[in-house]
């Protein structure tokens, strides 16, 4: 054999060689992808409880990047959020699963939610008991909100070491103007609206009475559809909630410390059990798990890959409604989940615009509002999207204020819940100036400028008369600009607007006596409205989203899996939860300075409404 012959064999071997290699190597990927993208349906059992325990804060969208939340999910920190249609899609598909026997309710580590959100929750529980199913509530400690949902059950079953703690609504801010003279920071503050009280924590250093009435106001109406809501749902007698929360702190101590007991003896829970007492009563119901030795059950996780089959099934050729979910604060350009991009969610509206497949539209609003500029760019996709003649209806959930209300205006329908803080119509601009503050350690600005504008709008520098002129009149321009928007929206003249508006807020109630709300209702009504006005009688809802390629989808499933593994690698390393202990007691301070900084953004209006409550 040559020498020539022999690298000639050589080489062929090694190319084929080659080629084995690459296809085995095709064929891993090819099963990697395949079991990352799969998609089953789950086993459920022929007698099975659907597990229903949120985590963390139940919101309507959830927020920030995927590959973030599951990091953060992984690691045991950060904002654990569930989302409200995951369980509402989920109960009411298991209220007609034969399969599932009844709900196992758990509470333990429930974070919170608006009002009107946790009333879509409830109404999804009530629809499964109406089946003739039960819902199994369970507990250790039923603070407010918990305690609202396990409310709904058939049987609120509390831990004997637990309690039920309901301490109301309130509010209350942190006001900085004190600590800013001190730095020598001059907060200069131009807004329309008497009671447009978002700025107050720059400028005060207390409630102003206006603020002080209008959050009595809502406060109470808050409260009073809470214990309305419980008490119907507990058959308790009239002030029987309040009375229990007033004699609080007199009740236990009389009981020897024993929270469980009075909450018993005021009917607020069904029993007083432990964990596996509940167990064994859910075994009655639906039958034990060999595996585990507990109830059966399948969580809302792995069975909402049923859910979501079914409804394919269900919307696989027929009309479909459309639902945008703004939730979060208003803010310009492209904007992650939990937030409202001006340019993300305009495009969402002209989606629909454009899809004949959708026929109409359900803005769903849960933001205390933000920038003026990204509530007029969706407020102008919305009026195209009607122009189209394509029916808009409006649910509002928690909060729908301020910029919030600017985008809900456009509707042809506004519905909300009794308890929903909305209205707040009112315009604000803030520029901090810093001259004092660089005063304080010996630096002075001085210089020449060539118009009488020049340097006026510098941080370093006073404001100058002819800056503040030019801020208040954008600010009143953009005002009535505001009165002209709802005045369109709700058939009404700019001053029967401007009566109701100045910046007030309102509970839902009070805002659909005002003509700002049409009904009040869920979500559910609301879609139904929709249907009604793009007539149609079978239909499918759709939660608009970004679409992801099916590449973008494989490589977000692979980043989250592999960003999962490397925690669950450095989980000794504890540095890592010290660091993420400390940004989240930061947090609050940290989204303050970074909300100050966007209001300190020359040429730029603010309809925001600090109305968070607790």
Known sequence: MTARAFFSGLWRGLDGLRKVLHLIVLLVIFALVVALTRVGVPRIPAAAALLVAPEGTLVEQLSGDPLDRAVARARGDGHTETLLWDLTDSIRTAAGDKRIKAVALDLDKFGGATLPTMEELAGALREFRASGKKVIAYGTALTQEPYYLAAQADEVDLDPMGFVLIDGYDRYRRFLKDALDKLGVDINVFRVGAYKSAVEEFTRTSMSPEDREESRSYLTALWTTYQADVSSARKLGAGALSGYVDSFAKTVPAAAGDA???????????????????????????????????????????????????????????????????????LDGEQPPGTVGGDSVAHLIRQARLDKGVKAVVLRVDSPGGSVLASEEIYRELTALRAAGKPLVVSMSGYAASGGYYISAPADEIWASPATITGSIGIFAIIPTVDKTLGKVGVSVDGVGTTPLSGQLRIDRPLGEAARTLLQAGVSRGYEEFLSRVADGRKKTRDQVNEIAQGRVWAGADAQRLGLVDHLGSFDDAVTAAARRAKLVSYATEILEPELTWAEQLALQLKSRAAVAMVHLSAGDRSLAQIAQVAQRLDPLTREVARLSRFSVPNRLYAYCFCEVR
């Open 260 to 330: 469980a007991k009075v909450a018993l003896q005021a009917k607020l829970v069904t029993a007083v059990k432990t964990r596996p007492d509940v167990e064994q009563r859910l075994i009655e119901l639906v039958g034990e798990d060999d595996a585990t030795g507990s109830f059966r059950a399948v969580t809302v996780p792995e069975y909402l890959r049923y859910v979501r089959v079914q409804k394919r099934l269900h919307a696989d050729g027929k009309p479909r409604i459309g639902v945008v979910v703004a939730e979060g604060e208003i």
